[in-house]
């Protein structure tokens, strides 16, 4: 469940979770999963159009894909990772339904609050479980292990278990196998290397911007990485976009303005609390912008558009102005975007 960082600091955990449902503008829906899918014959297929997949979904946060046309949904909401099909048949893939710590089988695991989730080419799918403040593992098997972290909150790099995260949210893989965690409540870009060691490589509390003598990050909730190694990062907080170069280096793409909405040039252009990120093979990005009801595109060199909402709410298939409630997850899959909608229970397609 998103929420903002003021918020995390001030407000006991239970008391945030029900702000940040009260915040929709759109009740979530509380099904259970099952046959969910929603076709849509009346409107053709073209760029920037919509189409919705799933809904009555409840809390569909992070994304992920296998690449056989099934994807994979973070409900923070009902502490489960879901399943849906190529026909939009949603079924659980892992955890029970009750909130809590617990390693084995999918069906018996238990997560509390998981957010990010990316998939490996072994097909091992990992999840940024926020509220455990641990990275799980779901094996191809079926079984749910702790691969980094776990329950301790705090700040120390380390093997495995050894580290700490304060509230992991996004959560990439770059194709040698290395994990990057947007580590949200301690304002942090950590890397786990495939033996399982924890590094930072970019914030933490306390660490601030040389030139502007700022915090460097302040809610960092999206991640992803391009094909060269480089990072891309979302903050809530800041309503920027980042990147993180090869060598460490971290330069403003976007925003860093103050909050608000308008398309426009690098720091011209505002956000309002961006969460999901992707970026394509051409290095575009798209941002999930989720108070501004939008979803954003930046270019390499930082000029944003909007492309689907940022006006009146709602969810007709059809041209896509008005069409986005709470974007969240978002990953770019063949020729369309896929996003999740945290209020309106959603997974829609976009055309690109």
């Known amino acids: ?3 903002n960082f003021t918020a995390r600091l001030l407000l006991g955990t239970s008391l945030v979770s029900l702000l940040a449902i009260s915040a929709c ?39 992920a894909s296998d690449g056989m046309g ?31 710590y617990q390693d084995g089988p999918a069906v018996a695991a238990r997560f509390n609050d998981p957010e990010g989730i990316a998939m490996d080419s072994q097909g091992n799918l990992f999840v940024a479980d926020a509220g455990n403040s641990a990275i799980r593992r779901i094996s191809p098997g079926g079984m749910v292990t702790t691969w980094a972290g776990g329950q301790n909150i705090g700040w120390q790099d380390g093997q495995g278990g050894s580290a700490k995260f304060n509230e992991p949210f996004g ?3 770059d194709g040698l196998g290395n994990l990057f965690i947007a580590d949200a409540g301690n304002m942090a870009i950590r890397r786990i290397s495939p033996s399982g060691t924890v590094s930072t490589i970019a914030g933490g509390p306390g660490f601030t911007n040389q030139k502007s003598g700022n915090t460097l990050f302040t809610d960092p909730e999206g991640i992803a990485v391009d094909r060269d190694g480089n990072l891309y990062v979302t903050d809530a907080g800041n309503a920027s976009v980042v990147k993180i170069g090869g060598t460490g280096q971290v330069t403003l793409l976007a925003g860093g303005n103050g909050a608000g909405f308008s398309d426009g040039l690098g720091p011209a252009a505002r956000f309002y609390k961006p969460f999901g990120i992707t970026v394509d093979s051409q290095g575009t990005l798209y941002i999930a912008d989720a108070g501004n009801s939008a979803i954003r595109k930046v270019t390499p060199f930082g000029q944003v558009t909007t492309i689907a909402g940022g006006t009146e709410l709602g969810n007709p298939d059809g041209p896509s102005t008005n069409l986005v409630n709470s974007p969240e997850g978002i990953l770019i899959d063949g020729h369309s975007l896929v996003v999740s909608d945290g209020c309106l229970g959603t997974i829609s397609q976009i055309g690109l």
Request: hydrophobic share 35%.
């Open 1 to 3: 469940m998103k929420i």
């Open 25 to 63: 503008r759109k009740d979530q829906s509380s099904a259970l999963p099952g046959d969910h899918s929603q076709t849509s014959g009346t409107v053709a297929w073209s760029p920037y159009m919509i189409k919705t997949i799933v809904k009555d979904l409840s809390g569909p946060q992070g994304l």
């Open 70 to 100: 099934n994807y994979y949904v973070a409900s923070a909401s009902l502490n489960q990772i879901l399943r849906v099909s190529g026909t939009g048949a949603v079924s659980v893939f892992a955890g029970s339904g009750t909130g809590g």
């Open 171 to 173: 959560i990439a893989m």
